[in-house]
């Protein structure tokens, strides 16, 4: 299922892997992206700590991940072509994490309570 | 009144379209306890007198003499193109270039000077242009940090100008970061007990080349050590010397940081003077300010705008990679209509210049019994001299034979009482540098 | 063309003619040293150059020839008397290590300027001390935060914030950053004012300053300023004046007799230097008692018998932010300027600064958007929201509209707190035809919107360029030429 944190990462997971975007909502707000920063393999962060960067032209922004974990991979295309986001950014991961504690996941919002959350903003 | 065009009639008929019917009405806002207490100022004069008044000032300053004074800032050629195309009044009195469409002229301009910055520099990005070279060197200390991440020590080199560290030092102090200064011991670096150091604790190591003292190191053994646990090397010069000099990029060095003063500005008491910061591409999104590219206009033409500017304060305020807003776009234009003129030969051989004539007088000073020549390194156009007699004393000596012998050391270091660090530029001929030494003679 | 001068290049082609060297050449250095080839500047001649750059200048708009009512910018003019003073001899050519060396009687003039403008710049903003050393606004603010952490260490004081309001210049929270300082925003109430509940309740005994711009970026003076310095001061937090907008007030109000502890002045906007496109500047620092312990090194004194001196910094200063005296040349031509006006030419500039922003504000409501709509100070703050919404017409298209009339655009989308905003600000120095045809302009262009939205996509059709692709810059970065 996925799930979302406050600050527009969306969140899959598959056995302990969690795959890591960035919603549909953020980036329409950031517009065109240019740059996308990634993490490098094996580093490892606590859940809401920033660990990637992501740049458009008229904005900049970190990635704030959604879940404590080791990146165990990261989407070397976006480096050449950062628009893939603009184009799908529900269905482009930017990163992915071996997940530490999947009680995490307990904290983030399904869908419709992120889409409500947008609704706010 | 000076500078606002309005006849009574004008104000008359603003206040009526404003709704109002006197001007005091337009300050209503502000309440009476809040006013100015005081505004006690001279009575406006005509730009003639102020002219007068700011050629008095002038005459009390004193530029007659022979320079041979140096360390940073130098009395070199400015061809007469420089000011001409500088000070015409659409450079001159332009805004920043945010509205691309009505400032292609800058915008080329930077996308030039950037371009020639990286040639002589041997870097691959550079920015618009930074205040001077010792906050250009500042910036590039916090540079390193932010890009070795967790790493908080920064080493500058002993042959660093004692100016700009200081200035580093002022701009490192307010965070949680270690800046160890090396003792100076001697002309150079000290190689070994530098080697020691470096580890992966380090983020940057800042060092300049010809230094503070005119000599030339090879650091590429440094740079090799400091790469090999992650950390950066920082690379400030003198651009003139670049001309012939091992550039940074040779080097393989990180960051280039320096002044550009000597690219085409006049000394002017200091200031305006330009910083020059560059890098490598990798690096590029930790530099700090205005960045130019090329890009194509909706009908497909070639146009010139700032980018990458989600790094700046404007948009990123508090995430910015540096507060800088103003930079010095016209020291930097200056720069590049100097460069321009000088080109690939011309640069070189003005650059060459420099080392036959610092050269010669070092040759000839040296042939003088009681003076020395402190450095045991080569040196390019600038070099220390050890006296028989204090150096403010010599200085003051020399002034009165007509010249400006150079910077007394012993008012930025200790133990350097009897040194005085003497510059040589093109400009400087036979006859002054003959003059010079007679002078020297008469006085030791 | 666009061409770069590297495309124009031929080989064996110079642009002058190096004096000829008169002493033997030396040994050439070791090769360890040498670079291994010549940078690769281009080659053209001085003729070459000159038709390059001024073609390059004929494609730029200046204060000059254009009208360019950017807000918090105040781009006035520049008078001409300021160049031929900053072409003295003795002033271009004086070498600044006379500083370093401390030969005083060299520099004796100088100095004199220095004192003279230090002390002017005292009674303007009832200050009690200048520092020249900033070269701009932001390393002015920057020093200033610095003093003010230097203030609190002294006093072992804890604290780990800076406070700004939501309308602020950008450079506020970079600078807060680039002294270690977190930030807190505080958001702006219903009129355009710091919101004071909402500021009241962000102090606590962390913040260790409070920086504001008055009038604020939205030209509004906020009459409770006396009671945030009070609060503030409450707390030990010190006031920062941010002195962008100084313009709107001079002759008025001055930020020391209100009780703020440091304030930057933007030289180059109030006292009429020219801006070079987009530099140098100088931010001269201004403090009261608390923090003139910390001023910077540099310091001129003034003493019978020996004249003009440089002073000792004091113990508790905070070091050196520049090597000498900032931008002196830029100072010089302030000092200029502030001569020529004296007091009440300095008194009329802000006068009729306020008056030019309040007819523009009078000729558009009712065309434009209001957010604030009261009188304003010296610059007014339109939005073309509805445009947006009914029409499709942004405040860039209105932007890029006015370019094709020779005027420069307002400032659009700051403050970020008013959505698609238009900030003018016409400056004193414009007279009232210009800012009539400004305003017409500006009608037209909200006429148009309403009855052929499409015709914007095409604007400006007349300059070198039309709307380049940020995007694509961004994306295949080309910084320089290869």
Redesign the interface.
């Known amino acids: 299922m996925k799930k979302y944190n406050s600050e527009h990462e969306w969140i899959t997971v598959d056995g302990d892997i969690a795959s890591i975007g960035l919603s549909a909502y953020a980036v329409q707000q950031l517009g065109d992206i240019t740059f996308v920063e990634l993490p490098e393999i094996g580093a490892t962060a606590d859940k809401d700590e920033s660990i990637a960067f992501i740049e458009s032209v008229k904005a900049a922004s970190d990635i704030y991940i959604p879940i404590g974990g080791e990146v165990v991979e990261a989407n070397e295309e976006l480096e050449d072509r950062p628009e893939l986001l603009n184009e799908a950014a529900e269905g482009t991961w930017i990163m992915k994490i071996k997940v530490a504690d999947m009680s995490e996941l307990d904290f983030l919002m399904d869908e419709a309570a992120y889409n409500a959350y947008t609704e706010t903003l | 009144?000076?500078?606002?065009?309005?006849t009574p009639n004008?104000?008359q008929?603003?206040?009526s379209?404003?709704?109002?019917k006197d001007?005091s009405?337009?300050?209503?806002?502000?309440?009476a306890?809040?006013?100015?207490?005081?505004?006690?100022?001279?009575?406006?004069?005509?730009?003639f007198e102020?002219?007068d008044?700011?050629?008095?000032?002038?005459?009390?300053?004193?530029?007659s003499k022979v320079?041979f004074?140096?360390?940073?800032?130098y009395?070199h050629?400015i061809?007469t193109?420089v000011d001409?195309?500088s000070?015409?009044?659409?450079?001159?009195?332009?805004?920043?270039?945010y509205?691309?469409?009505?400032?292609?002229?800058?915008l080329?301009?930077l996308?030039?000077y950037?371009?020639?910055i990286?040639?002589?520099t041997?870097m691959?990005?550079?920015n618009?242009?930074m205040?001077?070279?010792?906050?250009a060197m500042a910036e590039a200390a916090?540079m390193a940090i932010r890009i070795c991440r967790k790493r908080k020590k920064i080493i500058v080199d002993s042959g660093v100008n004692p100016?700009?560290i200081?200035?580093v030092?002022?701009?490192l102090?307010?965070?949680?970061l270690e800046v160890i200064v090396l003792d100076v011991k001697g002309d150079g670096t000290d190689i070994k007990s530098l080697l020691s150091m470096i580890d992966d604790t380090v983020a940057g190591y800042i060092f300049q080349n010809p230094n503070f003292f005119g000599s030339?190191g090879?650091y590429?053994e440094i740079i090799k050590a400091l790469h090999e646990v992650g950390a950066l090397a920082i690379m400030s010069a003198y651009p003139i010397a670049?001309?012939?000099?091992?550039?940074a990029g040779?080097m393989d060095a990180d960051i280039y940081c320096g002044d550009g003063q000597s690219l085409g500005n006049?000394?002017?008491?200091?200031?305006?003077s330009?910083g020059i910061l560059a890098t490598k591409q990798k690096y590029?999104?930790n530099l700090p300010g205005?960045?130019?590219?090329?890009?194509?206009?909706?009908?497909g033409?070639?146009?010139?705008?700032l980018?990458?500017?989600?790094?700046?304060?404007?948009?990123?305020?508090?995430?910015?990679t540096?507060?800088?807003?103003?930079?010095?776009?016209?020291?930097a234009?200056r720069a590049t209509?100097f460069?321009?003129?000088?080109?690939?030969?011309?640069?070189?051989?003005?650059s060459t210049?420099n080392?036959?004539?610092a050269?010669?007088l070092k040759?000839e000073l040296s042939k003088i019994d009681s003076v020395c020549i402190y450095n045991q390194n080569?040196t390019f156009n600038e070099f220390v001299i050890e006296l028989p007699i204090c150096s403010a004393e010599f200085?003051s000596q020399m002034?009165k034979r007509g010249f400006?012998a150079g910077?007394?050391l012993d008012?930025?270091y200790d133990d350097f009482d009897n040194r005085v660090l003497v510059s040589v530029t093109?400009?400087r001929?036979?006859?002054h540098?003959d003059e010079f030494v007679i002078a020297v003679k008469e006085i030791v | 063309m666009s061409i770069t001068l590297f495309e124009k290049s031929q080989t064996g082609r110079t642009g002058i003619n190096i004096p000829k060297q008169s002493v033997a050449d030396a040994p050439t250095l070791d090769s360890a040293f040498l670079r291994a080839t010549k940078a690769s500047l281009p080659e053209v001649s001085e003729f070459d150059v000159v038709r390059h750059f001024t073609q390059l200048s004929n494609k730029n708009f200046s204060i000059d020839a254009n009208f360019y009512p950017l807000g918090s910018c105040t781009m006035k003019y520049n008078p001409k008397v300021q160049e031929r003073v900053a072409g003295l001899d003795g002033l271009a050519n004086l070498h600044p290590h006379h500083i370093t060396n401390n030969q005083t009687d060299s520099m004796q003039g100088s100095l004199k300027s220095l004192k003279v403008l230090e002390d002017n710049l005292c009674e303007v903003t009832g200050m009690q001390a200048f520092t020249m050393t900033p070269q701009a606004g932001a390393h002015g603010e920057m020093l200033g935060i610095m003093m003010i952490g230097a203030y609190h260490k002294k006093k072992g004081n804890n604290k780990r914030y800076v406070i700004v309001p939501d309308s602020s210049h950008g450079t506020n929270p970079a600078t807060a950053a680039m002294v270690d300082y977190d930030v807190i925003t505080v958001k702006s109430g219903p009129n355009g004012d710091m919101d004071l509940e909402a500021f009241k309740e962000a102090m606590s005994d962390e913040v260790a300053a409070v920086m504001m711009t008055v009038p604020n970026t939205l030209g509004l003076f906020n009459p409770q300023i006396k009671k945030i310095c009070d609060i503030a001061h409450s707390y030990d937090a010190l006031m920062y004046y941010d002195g962008a907008n100084m313009n709107a007030i001079l002759g008025v109000l001055r930020p020391g007799d209100i009780g703020f502890d440091v304030i930057h002045l933007n030289l180059h906007k109030t006292f009429a230097t020219p801006h070079g496109g987009g530099g140098p500047g100088a931010g001269p620092v201004g403090v009261g008692e608390r923090l003139q312990e910390f001023l910077p090194d540099l310091q001129v004194g003034f003493s019978e018998d020996v004249g003009y001196f440089l002073k000792e910094p004091s113990e508790g200063s905070i070091g050196k932010i520049s090597p000498f005296f900032g931008n002196y040349m830029v100072l010089v031509k302030a000092l200029v300027y502030m001569q020529t006006l004296g007091k009440e030419g300095m008194i009329n500039v802000s006068k009729k600064a306020v008056l030019n922003a309040n007819y523009v504000l009078a000729r558009l409501r009712g065309h434009y958007d209001v957010p604030f709509d009261t009188l304003c100070m010296h610059e007014c703050v339109l939005s073309a929201d509805s445009l947006t919404k009914e029409h499709g017409v942004r405040a860039m298209d209105i932007a890029k509209y006015l370019l094709d009339f020779g005027l420069h655009a307002p400032t659009v989308y700051f403050p970020l707190i008013v959505k698609e905003s238009i900030m003018i600000e016409p400056t004193e120095t414009e007279n009232i035809d210009t800012i009539d045809y400004f305003c017409d302009k500006m009608i037209d262009a909200s006429n148009l919107a309403r009855s052929n939205p499409e015709a914007f996509k095409e604007y400006p059709k007349t300059l070198p360029i039309c709307r380049p692709d940020e995007t694509k810059a961004a994306r295949s970065l080309n910084i320089r030429w290869q």
Not at chain 2, 25 to 31: K, Q
């Open positions: 009144m000076p500078y606002t065009p309005h004008d104000v008929k603003m206040l379209e404003i709704g109002i001007e009405e337009l300050f209503a806002t502000i309440p306890d809040l006013r100015a207490k005081s505004f006690d100022l001279d009575e406006g004069l005509s730009e102020v002219f008044n700011f050629a008095k000032f002038a005459k009390q300053n004193d530029t320079c004074l140096g360390g940073g800032y009395d050629i061809p193109a001409a195309l000070m015409r009044s659409e450079f001159y009195t332009a805004y920043t270039p509205q691309a469409e009505a400032s292609q002229g800058t080329q301009a996308y030039e950037q371009s020639m990286c040639e002589l041997g691959e990005a550079t618009a242009s205040y001077d070279g010792g906050t916090l100016i700009y200081k200035i030092q002022t701009y102090a307010y965070h949680d030339i090879d590429t670049l001309g012939i000099l091992k550039s040779e006049y000394l002017g008491f200091g200031g305006p330009f590029i999104r205005r960045i130019v590219g090329i890009t194509d206009d909706m009908n033409k070639r146009s010139y705008v980018t990458l500017q989600a790094r700046e304060q404007h948009i990123r305020r508090d995430k910015a540096s507060n800088i807003c103003s930079n010095q776009n016209l020291m234009l209509i460069m321009s003129l000088l080109g690939k030969e011309g640069f070189s051989k003005l210049q080392y036959n004539n050269s010669y040759e080569p200085v002034e400006f910077l007394k008012t930025v093109e400009k001929t036979k006859t540098m």
